[in-house]
Every structure is written in structure tokens, then in C-alpha cells.
């Protein structure tokens, strides 16, 4: 590395007529030169394309297919990446930037933060403001969330509901206690200290293992239609708060007013300098996301998985009849 005493000896030697202003001319096209590269760059990342992903799962499907259509229908140039993968693939290529928008669920910020036993997560507000306080400082804004909760839930036939009026995780507790309940459900929600055990802990009831027929997947379509159809005795399945199978299905829904689970609330999550480009996107998904209420998107889910109805086209008829889109 050259000191400033190198160029300080050194001697200019004679300088040729017309040099200065040739030297001028070369700064200038050389300034113009930078001044174009910038300025195509620039016009570049303006004119790219928003990659707008999702996950391999329906609602992640149904709510990334809003989140493109809401897009294209401001002018944004889109290019979709729907059902993508699990999580944290979806994830991983928000943050390096290969993904510039997807929707993803609050409650997942207790797992991406390390924080799963903070009690935030179980109160609606507090995990949204505390995942969206920690993406911040990754270059990531969370917008408006959906006011439906997908969090596991237990569901138990309707007509063995109805005939012993259980509605809530205490009176499933009861039933629990007294050898009535045989749930299907995955590994997974069995072991895990935040799904059964936190229901567990919170209702006061123990399930044995012979009360639980334990599957390795953790596909809710399964669990559903056990109960629903009583196969094997199942009477109870692990659920989420939004399946489209539900109501189709003759479930019945355990509320949990102890809030035993941690809150699952789904919302656009985007990179800050993609929503510098475009700051008419929050409100516009804002719109969109208010109204998907457990109900909405329960009968939203259940034209794809009940009906067989392809993601894009139940979000655009949705759209289109709120007149969101046009």
C-alpha cells in the first residue's frame, strides 16, 4: 500500500498542452459513466418483479394467492413462488432476499426469536408487536394480521359433543378424566410442551397412551376424519383453528378460554425496501387481511381441501366479490 509520502515525492514532471482539459473531459465521461450505472441500477430494482411466496400448505396457498392478486391489481409486477416449502425454507429466502413477500403466522416468531416459553406469544397483540419489534431489525415489516387464530385446537365429533354438551378445553378435560376421550393426533402435538402438554397443564387432565392413537405425520385431515368418522373409537382429533374440513366434517370445535396455546395469526410479512418501492401495499393488504375472521377462512380452506377448488381462483372470487380486486 502506497503512504501519502509516495505520492507527496513524487514529481508531476511537464504537463502537455491541452492536457488539463483533456484530463477534464475524461473526469466528466467518467462521472457520466458512474451516473448512468447508478441510475440504470436503480431503474432496475424499480422495474423488478416482487417474488411473492408461500408455503406448501392450503391456507399458506389460498393467502399467497391474495397477496399477488392484491399486488397485480395496484401495478405491482409480480412473480409468484406459492407453495415454496415449510417454513423456514420460506423463511430463509425472505431473509436473503430471494422471497420479497409471504404470509407467515406470529406465532412461528416464538421459534424463529428462541423465546417458545415467553407468555407474549399466547396473547394476541403482544405476539404480533413482538415479532414485528424483532423483524425490524432484520430488514423485515410484518403488515395487518388476519383476526383468525390457527393454533392447535381439539375437535371431537359432533354428535358425541352435542349429546354430552362439551364445548370448551375444561369440559374435554372432564370427559378426559373420566375415560371417555380417545384422541388421534400426531407425534408431535403429543409430545411437544407447547401442544398437549400445555392443554394438559392448563385444564388439568392427563390422557393416557392407550387414550391416544399417535400418528408420525402432522396432517390434520387425518385426525379430522378419524373423529368424524369414529374410526378405531376415535372420538377426538388434533385440529387447526382455520381447517376447511371442520365444518364439513360435523367437528366440534374446543374452545380454550385459558389460552393453553401459543397464537397463530396469519399476516403478510415483506422486506422494508420492497414496501419503500411500493408503500401503497400495507393498506391495500390491510383490506384484504381484516376480514379473515376463523369462519372465513375455515369455509375458504374448505373449497380447496373439501371441494377441490384451485387455490388462486377461491382468492380471486373472494377478491372480487369484497371488491378488492376488479
Known sequence: MLSDDTFSRRSPGPVAPGATNRRGALALLVTGLVTWAVTAGTSARADRPLVVASKSDTEGAL???????ALEHLG????????LGPTLIVRDALLSGEVDIYPEYTGNGAFFTGTETDPAWKIPQEAYETIRRKDAERGLVWLARAPANNTWLLALNGDFARSRHLATMADF?????????????????????AALPSFEAAYGFSLPLDRIISLPGGDT????????????????????????ALSALDLVVM???KAAQIVYEVAPVIRASALERYPAIGPALARVFAGLDAPTLRGLNGR?????EVADRVARRYLNERGLIG
Do not use: C, H
Not at 63 to 69: C, K, N, Q, R, Y
Not at 76 to 83: D, F, N, Q, S, T
Not at 304 to 308: E, F, K, L, P, R
Open 63 to 69: 393467502t399467497g394467492a391474495m397477496i399477488a392478486l
Open 173 to 193: 378435560a372432564k370427559a378426559a378424566n373420566d375415560g371417555l376421550i380417545l384422541l388421534a393426533a400426531s407425534t408431535e402435538f403429543v409430545e411437544s410442551p
Open 304 to 308: 380447496i381441501t373439501v371441494d377441490g
Open 255 to 257: 374452545s380454550d378460554p
Open 221 to 244: 385431515a387425518v385426525t379430522a376424519r378419524a373423529a368424524a368418522q369414529r374410526i378405531s373409537g376415535v372420538n377426538a382429533g388434533m385440529v387447526y383453528g382455520t381447517d376447511g
Open 76 to 83: 405491482v409486477p409480480v412473480v409468484r413462488k406459492l407453495g
